[in-house]
């Protein structure tokens, strides 16, 4: 019997180190990554297609009129969004899918799936936060300034998220979050199917 995957949603101040985490987690436990598009422009050591597909503005609302995207939204001036196909063809397949995407996103692909688990990635304090952000060295203080801004902006939805995990400790960070998503796949109600298919095989016996 081929379970459904779960879709797990990441999301994170900036600065909170979700893409370390989310890259440890695939390495680590063989997660699928769903890869974001966005118009903004590649970092240092970026590639496209493997942190980001890296779009024009054009090719990014051509997208969104064909549907393209499961969520999308803008962040600090940029478009960001998920590519819709990718998605349901690896939770088809059975296979845990992982999206780190912000809070935005993360409302609206609960709202499409509801059995998607929530996990918020914050610092241990405020000034840790902005430490990281400034020890980056990608960014100018505006751009800093504007992230710390974004950052209370979605402090008050933390709470919507059914887990926060604080990323203080790397190795631990990732087996907690691990752990949260282990833990969901055990709960009753995600394997109906199974239970149902194990009553029938008893039957038989």
């Avoid at 914050?122 to 960014?139: D, H």
Wanted: charged share 30%.
């Amino acid at each position: 019997m081929n379970k459904k995957g779960q879709l797990i949603v990441i999301s994170g101040f900036s600065g909170a180190g979700k893409g370390t985490v989310v890259k440890r987690l695939v390495e680590d436990y063989g997660y699928s990554l769903s890869v974001s598009a966005t118009t903004r422009a590649p970092r240092e050591g970026e590639v496209d297609g493997r942190e980001y597909y890296f779009k024009s503005r054009e090719e990014f609302m051509n997208l969104i009129d064909y549907n393209g995207f499961i969520e999308w939204a803008m962040y600090v001036d940029n478009y960001y969004g998920t590519p819709r196909a990718f998605v349901e063809k690896e939770l088809a397949a059975g296979h845990n899918v992982i999206l780190e995407i912000e809070v935005q996103g993360a409302m609206n692909i609960k709202k499409q799936y509801p059995d998607s688990i929530l996990i918020f990635l914050t610092t241990k304090s405020a000034a840790v936060l902005k430490e990281r952000l400034i020890g980056r060295g990608t960014e100018s203080e505006a751009v800093i300034a504007k992230r710390m801004k974004r950052a209370l902006e979605e402090s008050e939805d933390m709470e919507q998220y059914e887990y926060i995990v604080v990323n203080d400790d790397l190795d631990t960070c990732v087996h907690d979050v691990n752990s949260i998503i282990v833990a969901n796949g055990c709960k009753a109600g995600e394997n109906i199917d199974f239970m149902k298919a194990m009553k029938e095989e008893l039957k038989a016996i």
